[in-house]
């Protein structure tokens, strides 16, 4: 469980250095720029402590997810960048990816075949 939740924080420290991003005016303005790269060192972290137990594709994918559902959601409530309806549809599909990559997750992998005995010894 701890894996995921540093993944999910991960993933809201992206949205923190996305957004960032916007007003460091090209890593011209000092505190901006102090923020995201802050944001960046602790969601890169995150990120790599999660990808030790969880595998990298889904890791990898789910923490994209996050950070692009994020930001746009940002965007849209606090920067005020408008949303069609087609874009809210395929926001939804991306969080219900994110969410099913999640649930069909299998922790330590799929079940292994256990091995076959080995051949009794034939008395002769």
């Known amino acids: 469980m701890l894996p995921w939740v540093l993944l999910?924080?991960?993933?809201l420290f992206e949205v923190g250095w996305a957004i960032g991003l916007k007003h460091t005016a090209g890593f011209t303005r000092l505190w901006p720029s102090v923020w995201t790269i802050g944001?960046?060192?602790?969601s890169f972290t995150l990120l790599a402590k999660a990808m030790q137990t969880l595998p990298i594709g889904i890791s990898y994918t789910v923490w994209v997810g996050i950070g692009a559902l994020g930001t746009v959601l940002v965007g849209a409530v606090f920067l005020g960048e408008k949303l069609s309806v087609l874009q809210v549809a395929c926001m939804v599909l991306i969080g219900a990816g994110i969410i099913g990559l999640k649930l069909t997750h299998i922790a330590g992998g799929p079940p292994q075949p256990t091995p076959a005995p080995p051949p009794a010894e034939v008395a002769a």
Do not use: P
């Open 8 to 11: 999910i924080i991960a993933g």
């Open 39 to 42: 944001a960046m060192v602790i």
